[in-house]
């Protein structure tokens, strides 16, 4: 059995989760939009400004009332901010009018309260007005019909707010994709509770469920098996499966006697590979009740690289978050790497944008890895390298 | 009264929320941890790993066993990774082992599966091998009473995998801060209902809902005011500020009338200014029942860039998040600005890095607001710049 190239192994993966990507549509409230992706374009149903309405808080005026000098002209009401349908402003009078409200009929300029003079019911006006001054046209920001945000949009605050300023209130995004996490091993326990010797706790259970709600993803359940049945696991991965558009597992995969997930995949049809990499190296695909499932083997740090290098991709893809960075980046020291497989290295950037290999290559280092900023991405044919050296990294 | 400086105000604001912001603790389960600042550093309770364990399928053995050439070793059993407290191996004996599983005392090498040849109860191994040879030691990745998370972190899927590995089922993280969102008017109406003239869809709701959930802090209640009237307001706002840490108001704080902020403020101690910006010129301060009270002009617009001009700032440092980029960019066009005031125009980065104004300055223009996406700073005493200046910028 030869081992894959990862890129080779991430198209695959790819094309498995092609179906799982193309997400469909739901119709959710604003206050649950932030951050989905919008589905579609969405055009205003409404004039903006609904009315036209008044800039400052001030008096109403027929701007062809206005003479060089002074001009009084009688205060004949109030308009406020609220429901109001106000009458036609008849020629030299003015009516009060609170920044927001309806400017009326025949009103043609707002006068800023500042700019005014006030006695009892006469308000003196001291310079002339351009017509339309202070006054916001209605459908001056936006007409009706015209679009207020164009699909495939992360929706950040201020595009809700254009939403619900049209009088929207719920609008369509993208569905999540939904995601079954299992970790298998009759090594497992939770976090948390009592540990024997040869048992070890499940980190990955919570680095997965963290990592694909950090990718924009849903996890819609997750299962432990920690009985290397193949049988059970069938049984409790289809109670949850047809809610799934992808099923990660971790563990299981490897050269061992007891391997809970290949045991399963293998009579379905899956492929259970060596990829050329490290950590990581045992990889496996495969189907289950229709649901593509994309199995990484058990070492915390494998589970975790191979998530970051196969899965994460495309769950941001899907959810329009950005890709992680890529950046070349110079080493801070030597490093030396196995012959025939791409290491992602742990690394931490350091100051004068160097970056420093964290602790060794071992995938069961998973405080490394949490010390680490970045992966380093050492091509298969490279085994050393030199401080000085540029090497792509991968932000973590 | 004279305009108080932007700068001079988010200082005020600023000094008003260091309380606030000064966050207290909590300790949640790994599963809401993620995204949230870690109180204190954490350290590992156990050694990581728990115990000697293998790093590969193959077999335990003696090193000291292994002659040059082949050596066959009775195999006198099998450890998997399980609970499993195994005899100690004896000179000349080998035990079949799987990754993850316990090392038995006397054993200190694995021999790799693919690297022996087996018959019946019969394993040889075809070269020597190093001590320690794919053995991982207890305690090689942590040792118990290592830092494995300082305080301040801002957890990342590697972290919360490293603190379950450690055994570890909850964290101490930062309290998020807890906002209280009231918005104001006798106009408004919820974005869905029927409008009649005069009213309006109250985008501010929305709006601030979700900007301040996108800095990491946490809305406790949101009320919405629409009589003007400063006693049914402060009897509202009684109910929630007991659970608040700040709260943010929009409207009811400029010249006019019916101004329901300023009457429940104004009595209360609080400061209405104006602030030399535009937009967002009118701004106040105030205490209720003890909580700091941030408040906004009501335009959409206004709202909108005053909390990210004022309290984005200070509600992102809290949750730990990076602040908002602040990048110089060249302009594409022309624009003119009001003397006197720092404008906060809304632009949109264009083909080569340049930046460009999207539409107007005026305070109704959400649609425009929600097209851009940056905020062009300009300085008070800036009244024109030139296609091809440069300029500050925001971003949203």
Redesign the interface.
């Known amino acids: 059995m030869s081992a894959v190239s990862v890129d080779r192994h991430a198209a695959r993966v790819r094309s498995l989760l092609a179906r799982a990507m193309a997400t469909g549509t739901e119709r959710v409230p604003?206050?649950d939009a932030?951050?989905r992706l919008s589905a579609s374009a969405v055009s205003?149903p409404v004039d903006?400004?609904?009315?036209r309405n008044s800039?400052m808080?001030g008096f109403a005026v027929r701007a062809a009332d206005l003479a060089e000098g002074d001009t009084a002209l009688r205060i004949v009401g109030?308009i406020?901010?609220?429901?109001?349908?106000p009458l036609p402003l008849l020629a030299g009078t003015a009516v009060?009018i609170?920044?927001?409200?309806?400017v009326p009929e025949g009103a043609d300029a707002v006068v800023p309260?500042?700019d005014t003079s006030v006695v009892d019911d006469v308000v003196t006006i001291h310079r002339p007005r351009r017509s339309g001054e202070y006054v916001?046209d209605r459908g001056?920001?936006?007409r009706a019909g015209?679009e207020?945000?164009p699909g495939g949009l992360r929706l950040?605050?201020?595009?809700?707010?254009?939403?619900?300023?049209?009088?929207?209130?719920?609008v369509a995004v993208r569905t999540r994709v939904r995601v079954v996490i299992v970790t298998t091993?009759?090594?497992l326990v939770?976090?948390?509770?009592p540990?024997?010797?040869?048992?070890?706790?499940?980190?990955?259970?919570?680095?997965?469920?963290?990592?694909v709600?950090?990718c924009g993803a849903r996890v819609v359940a997750t299962i432990r098996n920690d009985n290397?049945d193949a049988d059970h696991l069938h049984d409790s991965m289809v109670e949850v499966a047809v809610g799934a558009d992808v099923i990660l597992t971790s563990g299981g995969i490897?050269?061992?006697?007891?391997e809970v997930v290949r045991d399963l995949l293998t009579p379905l049809g899956g492929r259970i590979g060596h990829i050329a990499m490290q950590p990581g190296g045992p990889q496996a695909t495969g189907s289950f009740e229709g649901v593509p499932v994309i199995s990484f083997p058990?070492?915390?740090v494998s589970t975790?690289i191979s998530f970051e290098v196969f899965v994460a991709p495309l769950l941001r893809e899907a959810a329009g978050l950005p890709a992680a960075v890529r950046a070349p980046l110079v080493l801070a020291g030597d490093l030396v790497s196995v012959p025939g497989k791409r290491q992602f290295l742990r690394g931490r950037t350091v100051a004068g944008g160097r970056v420093e290999v964290v602790?060794g290559p071992?995938s069961?280092?998973?405080?490394?890895?949490?010390a680490?900023d970045v992966l380093i991405d050492v091509p298969e044919g490279t085994t050393e390298l030199k401080a000085g050296d540029t090497v792509e990294t991968l932000a973590?």
């Open positions: 604003l206050a932030l951050g205003s903006l400004p609904l009315f800039q808080d109030e406020v901010a609220a429901p109001s349908d009060r609170m920044t927001g409200a309806v309260v500042e916001r001056s920001d936006v015209t207020l945000l950040a605050p201020r595009h809700l707010a254009v939403l619900a300023a049209a009088g929207i209130s719920e091993g009759a090594e939770d976090p948390g509770s540990v024997s010797l040869g048992q070890v706790y499940d980190a990955n259970g919570v680095a997965l469920d963290a990592a709600r950090a290397d490897s050269m061992g006697d007891h058990g070492n915390p975790q602790a071992g069961h280092l998973v405080a490394s890895l949490a680490s973590l």
